[in-house]
C-alpha cells in the first residue's frame, strides 16, 4: 500500500499538466459565484485550506469548472487525507460529493484524462486502504464506492 506521501505525489504529477485557470467559475455576474472565484482565485495548490473550503454549504468547489476542479484536485487530495479539521470535519465526503456530482460521466470526469481517472481511483483505494474508520464514522463507505465505480468507468 502506498503511503500518504506518494499517493500525494501521485496525484499531484498526473494532475500537473491542468493548467491554473483565468476563471475559476462559470457564472461572473452571480454573487455567490463571483465570491467563490475570488476564493479559490487569491489560493494554488499549496494554499488552498480546510477553511477556505470546508463548510459544505459554502464550499467553493460547488461552482469550480471542470478545468478549475482539476487544477485543484491536487490540493483537495492533501485535504481529504488530513485529519479532520476541528470546526467542519474530515473532508473525505465532500470530495466525494465533489466527484460524485450527477453521477457517472459527469462533467468532472469528462474534463479528466484516462490516467488523471486512474489516479483518482487509486485515490480512492488508499483512503479505503488507510482511512476505513473515518469513512465508517462519517458513513461514507457507499458513497465512496459509488464514486470509485464512476471514475473506473474508462470511458
Not at 499531484?12 to 476564493?39: K, L, W, Y
Not at 484536485?73 to 473532508?91: N, Y
Request: net charge negative; proline share 6%; with cysteine.
Amino acid at each position: 500500500m502506498s503511503s500518504d506521501v506518494e499517493i500525494l505525489d501521485r496525484v499531484r504529477g498526473v494532475f500537473a499538466s491542468c493548467p491554473r485557470p483565468e476563471r475559476f467559475t462559470n457564472h461572473p455576474f452571480c454573487a455567490e459565484c463571483e465570491e467563490h472565484h475570488e476564493t479559490l482565485a487569491s489560493r494554488d495548490l499549496d494554499t488552498l485550506c480546510f477553511d477556505d473550503i470546508g463548510n459544505g454549504a459554502w464550499d467553493p468547489t460547488t461552482m469550480a469548472t471542470p478545468e478549475a476542479f482539476a487544477y485543484y484536485m491536487p490540493a483537495l487530495a492533501r485535504l481529504a487525507l488530513d485529519d479532520p479539521h476541528p470546526t467542519w470535519g474530515w473532508f473525505g465526503p465532500q470530495l466525494l460529493f465533489q466527484l460524485e456530482r450527477d453521477g457517472p460521466r459527469n462533467e468532472r470526469w469528462q474534463a479528466m484524462t484516462a490516467a488523471q481517472r486512474a489516479t483518482v481511483v487509486a485515490l480512492l483505494d488508499h483512503i479505503v486502504g488507510t482511512r476505513a474508520e473515518l469513512l465508517d464514522a462519517y458513513d461514507a463507505t457507499d458513497e465512496l464506492f459509488r464514486v470509485r465505480r464512476i471514475f473506473e468507468d474508462a470511458g
